[in-house]
């Protein structure tokens, strides 16, 4: 390389990239198997095994894995990697596609823009919160082993693609996003589809035939179309109701409205100040986010269709939330020159963004920064820079209360946090501290006339950052760390004598992951409840008599990203009556959280894992180090 190349070479992008994909490794460090990647690395233990976790009921039930080309897929890593060399490897590969399809996504859509503002929207997309929807439940460039990633990433790639005036190529590149996750990979063809249409009507009359057409297949009772017409009945919705309350819109709070407020507002502002094909991209994913919502609220929530419940079309606010995010950066750029009502509209945006987890408080500032950024030149102000100071002052008061409310919160966790967990990167990006930062900081040198830093700068920063996240990007915490390599000899050779389920209390994915066994009940196992009723029937009986029996508490059947109270201590009478059933488990495992001695008529046995568990849960957390292992049935 010559002196001419290698200065060219430091002078390029590269060093605002690598600084933009630390930041998104850090903000997204691996948790292990966690989250919906239990369900999927379970499906794929399960296809490695059929007659051991193959048996679980999830799995005898399935009515979601066989659509996906991602269980076989990860099995095939899993084989050949071992597990926890399959699910880490799968992830990096996740994240590595999301983020190279976001910054071409991102140079498409502000293509007109400065490098400057290109950077800043790829920097928000990669470090702010990147939760939508209900609950807090679902975000996008997940660390988990779920094929949601691969689909969104071939949906940026085909948002990329029709900015670039590639219409067939993009379609063709959310297809191939829903051979991994066909919901998924409908929310971006859905978000480009709509733009199509506000190009050419010709568009709309074909998705309106296409919509007729599976209207039709569905009244003839076609395989799979027939949920168009079919109703969920009353008995399993009242079991998805409580299972997985993110189907339905109006068990949505405030905060659910709030944020998608946040994102709606958001995007038709960015839209505002977009030209040509991104502004039609933006109107498109805003409509879908909306439409998806509609339908899920009124097709699937208020008539209880089959079809519009299992689609959860609610989804479709993903590609309307990556894109709001990287409006944010014309916004910071382009609102302050826009008078001081474009700063007002700015300041609210920021401080909407601060508190958007505090009641309605983003439905009204949200709407209210829209207008402000609508109307910014068109209304004079006597004394402009009074209004202009005041807008700064309430966004660094914000900045002040918001920041100190968190470093409280997040110093008030991590007092809890058990020794045996040291340090969770994951807890600390939790508390939104580091991305709102990031934002902050980013967005104020685009507000004030962006200056590019020296070029040595430049580059140190980005190895540094670059360097950090791959010394930090693996945040298991030691019991997850050793737990995800698989089956423990120690613990198999215990358990050798009984063959069948298991009922691990707490549950997650012990039994698969470190016995090869199915699971008797746990509240993972029962994520698949909208798509199976057989499951939801049998996961509730099976909970009900845990809760009969005084083995589990009133939540067993609760959201899984909700913290639960620990499983009482089991007692005698309870687990002879459980294990007289004739569908009883061979083996109960229970988490010895207390130093409570149990029964001697249990015959339990201990054991103990290399490293002690630990668990946040309602009122502190739940650490143990050592299980007790109990006979139940067989033998």
């Known amino acids: 390389m010559s002196p001419a190349e290698r200065v060219a070479w430091a002078k390029g992008a590269w060093p605002g990239l690598l600084a933009a994909f630390g ?48 269980t076989p897929l990860l099995a095939r890593l899993i084989d050949l990697l071992g597990l926890n060399g399959g699910a880490m490897a799968i992830v990096a590969l996740t994240l590595a596609l999301w983020f190279t399809a976001a910054a071409w996504m991102v140079e498409r859509l502000l293509a007109d823009r400065p490098p400057a503002v290109r950077w800043a929207a790829l920097v928000f997309v990669a470090a702010l919160p990147p939760l939508y929807g209900p609950l807090n439940a679902i975000g996008y460039a997940e660390p988990y082993a779920t094929p ?15 900015l670039s005036g590639r219409r067939i190529l993009s379609l063709a590149a959310c297809a191939v996003g829903m051979l991994f996750h066909p919901i998924m990979g409908l929310c971006s063809a859905a978000a480009i589809g709509l733009a199509l249409c506000l190009e050419d009507r010709r568009w709309l009359w074909a998705a309106l035939a296409g919509m007729a057409l599976v209207t039709v297949a569905g009244l003839l009772r076609l395989p799979l179309a027939d949920r168009v017409v079919t109703l969920m009945d009353p008995a399993w919705r009242a079991i998805v109701e409580k299972r997985s309350p993110i189907v339905f819109p109006s068990e949505w709070p405030i905060e659910t409205w709030s944020l ?52 959860q079309t609610w989804r479709m606010l993903q590609p309307m939330a990556v894109l709001a995010v990287a409006c944010l950066a014309v916004l910071a750029a382009e609102l302050p020159g826009r008078g001081p009502l474009g700063l007002w509209g700015l300041t609210l945006f920021g401080v909407a963004w601060m508190f958007r987890n505090v009641g309605h408080l983003a439905l009204v500032l949200a709407p209210a920064g829209l207008l ?15 209004m202009a100071g005041a807008a700064i002052g309430v966004l660094a008061a914000a900045t002040i209360a918001c920041g100190a409310l968190r470093v409280i919160d997040l110093s008030g966790f991590l007092a809890t946090v058990p020794r045996t967990w040291p340090f969770s990167l994951g ?144 007692r005698l009478a309870a687990v002879r009556a459980l294990c007289g059933e004739p569908d009883a488990p061979a083996w109960i495992v229970w988490a010895r959280w207390t130093d409570e001695a149990l029964e001697p008529g249990l015959e339990a046995r201990d054991w103990r894992p290399r490293t002690p568990f630990a668990q946040p849960t309602l009122g502190g957390w739940l650490t143990a180090d050592r299980y007790a292992v109990i006979p139940c049935a067989g033998g």
């Open 260 to 311: 998608m407020a946040l994102h709606v507002c958001g995007l038709a502002a960015g839209a505002a100040l977009l030209r040509g094909a991104p502004q039609r991209l933006a109107l498109g994913a805003l409509a879908a986010g909306l439409f998806g919502v509609a339908v899920s609220a009124v097709l699937g929530d208020g008539v209880s269709l089959l079809l519009f419940l299992q689609l």
């Open 372 to 386: 402000c950024a609508l109307w910014g030149e068109r209304i004079k102000f006597s004394r402009p820079k009074y």
């Open 148 to 162: 949601r990633g691969l689909a969104e990433a071939a949906g940026l790639a085909g948002m990329a693609a029709y």
């Open 23 to 70: 930041l998104f490794l850090l903000s997204r460090a691996y948790p292990g198997v966690y989250h919906d990647g239990r369900l999927y690395v379970a499906a794929a233990l399960a296809k490695l095994d059929p007659s051991g976790v193959g048996k679980d009921l999830m799995f005898v039930h399935d009515g979601q894995f066989g659509f996906s080309l991602y």
């Open 427 to 570: 807890f600390v990006w939790a508390s939104d501290l580091p991305g709102l930062a990031v934002a902050l900081v980013v967005g104020g040198l685009l507000a004030s006339g962006w200056k590019a830093p020296p070029q040595a700068v430049r580059i140190a920063g980005a190895i540094g950052i670059g360097v950090l996240a791959l010394a930090l990007w693996d945040d298991r915490s030691p019991f997850v760390r050793q737990r995800d390599q698989g089956q423990d000899p120690t613990l198999t050779a215990m358990t050798a004598s009984r063959s069948g389920e298991v009922l691990w209390l707490p549950g997650d994915v012990e039994p698969w992951v470190l016995m090869g066994r199915p699971s008797w009940s746990s509240r993972v196992q029962s994520a698949g409840v909208v798509f199976s009723r057989p499951l939801s029937l049998e996961m509730k009986d099976r909970a009900a008599r845990l809760r009969t029996l005084g083995l589990v508490k009133d939540d067993w059947m609760s959201p899984p990203w909700r913290w639960t109270a620990p499983p009482p201590r089991p």
